[in-house]
């Protein structure tokens, strides 16, 4: 399953989104990040490492929602689901991704870091 190509069109210009996690039984929390699209592939990847609180929510319960300033919430917040993406294509896609995306944006070289690669997620319709 994939996303329609409007949501697709959606994440691929937004700047920054909130990804909505909840770890297991806990309240729902929103943190803003980066999100890339790469063909039909959405990704979010974790600046902060396996310690960040929700790249750990995510993990342990993939349904998350993606919200925007501008999109309207929540009527038409996007529900996804994450799933675990390290494989050298899809760390290197969103590599390329990024840089399209984010040259001369603060916070790029961090997002190229190889020590979080291994926390590329692939973001699924839910």
């Not at 909505?20 to 929103?30: L, V």
């Not at 999100?35 to 609180?53: I, L």
């Not at 899809?90 to 390329?96: A, G, I, L, P, Y």
């Amino acid at each position: 399953m994939r996303f329609e190509d409007g949501e697709l069109a959606w994440l691929a210009e937004t700047e920054e989104i909130e990804i909505e996690t909840a770890g297991p039984g806990g309240p729902a929390h929103r943190t803003i990040i980066w999100v890339v699209v790469d063909g039909d592939d959405a990704f979010v990847r974790s600046v902060n490492g396996a310690t960040a609180r929700w790249y750990r929510e995510a993990t342990a319960n993939p349904a998350v929602t993606i919200h925007s300033r501008r999109r309207p919430q929540p009527e038409r917040a996007l529900e996804a689901k994450t799933i675990a993406a390290p494989d050298p294509d899809s760390v290197r896609r969103v590599n390329e991704a990024l840089q399209r995306k984010y040259t001369g944006i603060t916070g790029l070289r961090e997002m190229l870091e190889p020590d979080i690669f291994d926390t590329t997620l692939r973001l699924d319709p839910a």
